[in-house]
Structures are given as C-alpha cells and as structure tokens.
C-alpha cells in the first residue's frame, strides 16, 4: 500500500516537475520551434544591424536562418507576402514608396526607431568648394563649375551616386530634372562600394571630388565633413513619389535634398501579429549611429569577413549585456 501511495506521488511530482520546466522553457523561449527568415539589401555594412535583431530573436527560441540578400524594393514586398520575415534597415521615409507600394501598414509591422537621425546628401571636396565659393548644388548648372568635377574629360561633372534598387537613385534622378542639372552633371551608378573607392582615391590624390553619401556609413570617417569635405544645400525642396511637396529643410534650416532619415525594423504583420515576444523586441531596439559607424569603419579597415561581422555582434552584446537582456525582458513579458 505504501509503495503504491508512494509511486503515486513520485509520478505526481515529476509531472508537476515537468510541467513547471515546460512553463519556465516558455517564458524564456516564447519562440520556441517558430522560423525566422531576415532579409537585407546588398550594403554589407548592414549586416551588423541584422545580426544584432537575429541574435535577440535566437535567444527568444526564434529558428533563425541565415540572412538573405535581396534589394529594399523586393524585400517589403516579400515581407508584405511573408516570404521573409523582417528587415533591420527599412530606412524612413526614403522608403516610403517601397513601403506604401507593398501594402503599407496593413501588410508591414513598424513600430519603433532602431537608429535615428541618419543624414543624406551631396558632398564636395573642401578644398575646392572654399576655392570656388560652392555652397549650393545649384551652381553645378554652371558648366565651368561642372568642369571642375569632370573625370572623363566630357565636359560634365562626375557624380558618385547611389546604386539602382537602393531607393536614393530616385531622389537623385528627381533632383538632376528639379534643380535642372542633366547637361552639366552626370549621374554614375552601379556598386557604392566600388564607385566610392575610386572617389576616394582621387580625393587622396588632392582631385575634387563630388559624391552622394549618407550616414552612419564608413565614409564619412575617411572623408570627414566640415574637415575634409562640405555637405552641399540644394535651392529648395523636391522629392518624388509620395513624399512630393515634403520640406526636407533640417531643424537648423540647413536643407541638403532629403528627410533626415531613421533605420526602423519592419516585419510581416501576420507573423507580429502572432509573435508578440517579437514583435515588442523589434519595436523597443535601439543601435547608436556611432555604435554602427564604428562597426562599419571596421569593415572599412580589413575587418568585413562573415566571422569578423559576426564577432562584432558578439562584442557589442558582451558590452551591452545590461541593454540587451532588458529587451529580453520586455520581450518575454509581451507574451505572457
């Protein structure tokens, strides 16, 4: 008899036992056996970002796979359809006809700012701006002004800008028509990567140089604006698509052609809507526009290799490990 009262309570207490680790694995592990599929456009400096949000989802139980390489334009479209499940840099409002063409708000979860104040625009050399008094984009217009840019001897100036796909190009092919620039500017497009390489080698070499950029990026840490280079003011606001009529004049009143910018994480709605653990860990990460220069002048210098990137992560976590942990926190909270 009392064996039997005692295999009784031995079964009782494992399964109040196992219950309990059921529960507990639970709210550690709301993502438990859920797919994860994130996606990011072809700037590999972008990819420190994204490791960061994977490496929060991993630790909410979430089956992250590995990063798939796809341009802004298809990606909202394939987070939209659930193809993918979220991006770390939906930069807003650049992508704001992206983001309205795949469905919007219906389709796309967006709530919170990853990182914030990213600045965009046209920059020339110091040198040559304070030589010819050029403040303003405008006086590209002016061919002897253009000349002074020219890299291919044509006769127009040479600018170093933004690779189709990426959504700047429309600004800038908006711009080239707005501020009536075609017969003196020539738009160059293909890699940034490798456009902006051969920009910097001729600025090394002491040549003008006229480029597009934005930060936090890599190369405004090699060519340093107000030291090495200046920020060009465009005569007034114009953007295309939906944003047309948008003041893109900064608080100092300062305008350089575009809004500033936040990097925002945006996710299949279906799948937030589902996910509450994750869906409250996209909208409450915060990344500083220095932390990410700072990767990315990293990968500037040698350190771009898949493992360095993800060392990087690695690092900024075990530095961070306070900030971290809240967002795990507040995360496994949503899905109680």
Request: glycine letters at 6%; one cysteine or more.
């Amino acid at each position: 008899m009392k064996t039997s009262l005692t295999k009784r309570l031995a079964v009782a207490v494992a399964a109040t036992s196992l219950t309990a680790s059921f529960a507990l694995n639970a709210q550690e592990k709301p993502g438990e056996g859920i797919d994860v599929q994130p996606l990011k456009s072809s700037i590999a400096e972008e990819t420190f970002q994204t490791l960061l949000v994977s490496r929060a989802l991993e630790e909410l139980g979430y089956d992250v796979s590995e990063i798939k390489e796809i341009e802004y334009a298809s990606a909202h479209v394939a987070i939209a359809n659930g193809d993918g499940t979220f991006m770390a840099d939906h930069w807003d409002p650049l992508h704001t006809n992206f983001y309205n063409r795949a469905g919007g708000d219906e389709e796309i979860y967006r709530e919170g700012v990853y990182s914030s104040g990213a600045l965009q625009g046209y920059l020339i050399d110091k040198e040559t701006a304070e030589e010819y008094n050029i403040t303003n984009i405008e006086q590209f217009q002016d061919p002897e002004i253009a000349a002074l840019f020219d890299t291919n001897d044509d006769g127009k100036a040479d600018l170093t800008g933004c690779t189709p796909g990426w959504g700047c190009e429309e600004v800038i092919e908006h711009h080239m028509d707005a501020y009536d620039l075609r017969d003196t500017v020539v738009h160059n497009q293909g890699s940034y990567s490798a456009i902006i390489a051969d920009t910097i080698a001729r600025f090394e070499q002491g040549e003008p140089v006229f480029y597009y950029t934005w930060t936090p990026y890599w190369v405004s840490g090699v060519m340093v604006p107000n030291e090495d280079v200046v920020w060009l003011e465009v005569p007034f606001s114009s953007l295309p698509g939906d944003r047309e009529g948008v003041d893109t004049a900064l608080e100092d009143g300062t305008n350089y052609g575009f809004q500033a910018n936040d990097q925002r994480i945006i996710a299949n709605q279906d799948f937030a809507d589902n996910n509450p653990a994750a869906a409250k860990l996209f909208a409450i990460m915060k990344l500083s526009a220095n932390d990410i220069s700072a990767q990315n002048l990293a990968m500037r210098d040698g350190e771009d290799s898949m493992e360095d990137i993800q060392r990087h992560t690695d690092l900024w976590i075990k530095a961070n490990r306070d900030t971290f942990d809240s967002w795990l926190e507040e995360a496994r909270a949503a899905a109680e």
